[in-house]
DNA sequence: TTGAAAGCGCTAACAC
DNA sequence: GTGTTAGCGCTTTCAA
């Protein structure tokens, strides 16, 4: 095999901190210091080596400059399983804003879903290996002993979509973001409201669904409404899960059957509008439809949604990572998570009362 | 502040490997050797050594362990955006298998679908810091600047999802998968079988929705169909310009309204189903639909699609790589991409012809 | 503001 | 099979 290394004039790749110094004529402390910014060195001379290393395509390497500072430039986002909106949305969301700070991103699946399961892996391997500087843990419950072993690594942490106990965590609110959607229908004069929650597989979603489902209740109480346990269903977050829950709660005798729906995740409530449709009900004339999220499809839908910016949050956690990890950054002044009702077509007043 | 470092009895992120090779009583070349499993050592100091190091919990520091073999574990891949079914998938299956050999996934997102462009950034700095041992481009069209930088870097890279000039790939055999699809539509009857493809837009995929639309034109071709231009249009790749796409076709006069939809993608055939009900034509009885990819929700809307597993295409795209990482792993045998017609309930003989 | 030099923690020749 | 040792390429005191 020919070393095709010699063949090119330009060796980019290897062309190290003492090249880049010997061309400027400076010590490599001085091109380092030019080069990260820490340190002081003349703006001539900062010019100079910059010019230098761009001439040369000198880039440096990351696992020396690591060896020697303990910075790695890279923060691990860890995921319990990708094939979910949200968990993408907020993967994006936070690589985004730390790919723009020059961090690098490693992604840890833990496959909870079935494609198996690397949690152990992960934890007691992965991220010990000093490779990142702080980890941002989307929608999970870590046990003690991980979160132990994260303290020992004496890295930043923070958590996206739920509590973790004793960590930092963004999370909606999401007692009043369903007391808010629920709220929406009730002011539509609905009061035989149903609800699809998540149900109990779900809770890597750290009981969410308890959560919305209280939500719910507190809107219905304070509207003077009983709750009906005929009328709380739930399913697994995906629109066939959806789907099912939908068809059984309108499969009941009218007067009995609900004449709207507030469905915990966007994907249910598209399920809820298609298993209407199905029956041959019209939405939003014989059923009002709200969701969470805003997702993707839900404007396509004409759903009515509580919104919650995932990407948003992603970016939020990832801003205030950095405030923790770079002196120039400024953690995020306002942390709260917003949410809001985008009214569609799914929902309206009640045909009959 | 106070540094809990101290508090702790357990400084396990900090253990290294000398005190390792004090408490084994043997040296740190014997240690790393042990560890590695690069070079031979006993098995009884194999033994102790993997004890101790187990006991003190220790983990090897990545960025020494690379600036001394030069040696990564870790794999780079890039994907075009992520807000894609396709994407995603791929990423997980590359990810799984990857962790498993014990290499890091370290993620690069180009976003280029509106939510900015960090293309450039990736190329020249990112990439070039040597992080990764190796590089997944996942449905990218590589420019030559891009390629020759890779290349500078000496480390292999494979395409997923189309064909980089002068690259490894692997790629779907668009035209024989399209021709299937078609075929399949033919062979139940139907002669006025519109296509929706994908638009210029989406060239990030390779001139992919040239090659299906050139695999449904051979089979009609070969089946003594004219292809009409007046059955051929392009959508997004998304359900809703699949379903904007499907009106527009379903709303000529009967008798030169199509009886078939090939779609390029599933989520455009599931939106070509909406848009069939939506004008109260019932699929398959008066319109029969074809999608490709076997999305999570073609068995939902009982699509009849060409499956083409993008899990498995990113675990054989790691694979390959791993073989050329590791001494142990050999290539995949099979590097042909399998497809599949599944028939679902979307499909059937035309009402009439 | 700049340079000299001591590591950072590990791996891989090489010697035994 | 194991130990010695010279780096890997950078950052960061410390001195000038």
Redesign the pocket.
């Known amino acids: 095999m020919i070393d095709l290394r010699n063949l090119h004039s330009e060796r980019e790749a290897?062309v190290?901190?003492?090249e880049v110094a010997r061309v400027t004529g400076?010590?490599?402390?001085?091109v380092?210091?030019a080069?990260?910014g820490?340190?002081?060195?003349?703006p001539?001379?900062r010019e100079k080596v910059l010019t230098a290393a761009s001439e040369l395509g000198y880039v440096?390497?990351q696992a020396?400059?690591t060896?020697?500072?303990g910075r790695n430039r890279n923060v691990g986002i860890v995921v319990p399983f990708l094939e979910k909106w949200f968990f993408v949305e907020v993967l994006a969301g936070a690589q985004e804003r730390l790919n723009r700070a020059g961090y690098d991103v490693t992604l840890y699946n833990l496959n909870l879903d079935g494609h198996g399961d690397e949690r152990r892996e992960v934890f007691e391997n992965f991220l010990l290996r000093r490779r990142v500087d702080a980890v941002i843990a989307v929608s999970l419950e870590l046990t003690d002993g991980e979160i132990a072993r994260l303290h020992a690594l004496d890295k930043p942490l923070v958590g996206v979509g739920g509590p973790i106990t004793g960590v930092r965590t963004l999370a909606l609110d999401d007692v009043r973001a369903a007391r808010l959607a629920t709220e929406h229908l009730l002011g539509l004069g609905h009061t035989r409201i149903a609800h699809i929650g998540g149900d109990d597989a779900s809770d890597v979603d750290f009981h969410l669904p308890t959560k919305r489902r209280q939500g719910y209740e507190e809107a219905l109480r304070a509207a003077r409404v009983t709750p009906d346990p005929a009328l709380l269903t739930t399913a697994d977050f995906t629109l066939p899960g959806g789907y099912q829950a939908a068809k059984q709660l309108l499969g009941a005798p009218v007067g009995q059957r609900p004449t709207a729906i507030f469905a915990t995740s966007d994907e249910m409530a598209i399920g809820a509008i298609l298993a209407a449709r199905d029956l041959g009900l019209v939405v939003p004339r014989d059923l009002s439809v709200i969701g969470v999220d805003d997702h993707d499809l839900a404007s396509f839908f004409g759903l009515t949604t509580i919104a919650q910016s995932p990407r948003h949050q992603g970016a939020l956690a990832a801003e205030s990572l950095l405030a923790e990890l770079e002196p120039d950054v400024h953690p995020p002044i306002d942390t709260v998570l917003p949410f809001e009702l985008i009214v569609r077509d799914s929902t309206s007043r009640p045909l009959v009362d």
Chains 1, 2 share one sequence.
């Not at 400076?26 to 001085?30: I, K």
């Not at 820490?38 to 003349?42: A, C, D, E, N, T």
Request: a positive charge; proline letters at 0%.
């Open positions: 290897s190290n901190i003492a400076v010590s490599t402390a001085t380092s210091r080069l990260s820490r340190g002081s060195v003349s001539t001379t440096v390497s020396a400059s060896l020697a500072s």
